[in-house]
């Protein structure tokens, strides 16, 4: 069973940057597509960025598409994710997990506040 912790999160103002960080502990996730998800106050939870195992190929929501950058360090079962140009909708708290199903347990996220 993989044990996902997410941290990096933090209030930082529109326009600002925050690194996330999902550190995986257990089984290797080396072969499993991995991504961001997120949930506002009053949302359901959405999907942010994807990876696949090898790292080779990512997508993107459309709201965060060409500020956001996911990437992961398969060696130290870590994935990332780089938010820039943030504003006050993205404003969540964020959870990496496997892409597809049977999704891995859910972490506690990390709370992303930006403010105007």
């Known amino acids: 069973q993989v044990q996902l912790v997410e941290s990096g999160g933090g209030l930082v103002q529109a326009g600002g940057s925050l690194r996330l960080s999902c550190a995986a502990s257990g089984r290797t996730f080396s072969r499993i597509a991995m991504g961001w998800f997120r949930r506002a106050p009053g949302k359901m939870r959405e999907f942010v960025a994807g990876i696949s195992w090898r790292g080779h190929m990512t997508n993107y929501a459309d709201s965060v598409k060409g500020r956001f950058t996911i990437s992961r360090d398969n060696a130290k079962n870590r994935v990332y994710l780089q938010m820039n140009s943030l504003n006050p909708e993205d404003t969540a708290v964020y959870y990496c997990?496997?892409?597809?199903?049977?999704?891995?347990?859910w972490g506690r996220g990390t709370q992303v506040t930006v403010s105007s």
């Open positions: 997990n496997r892409l597809g199903t049977p999704k891995l347990s």
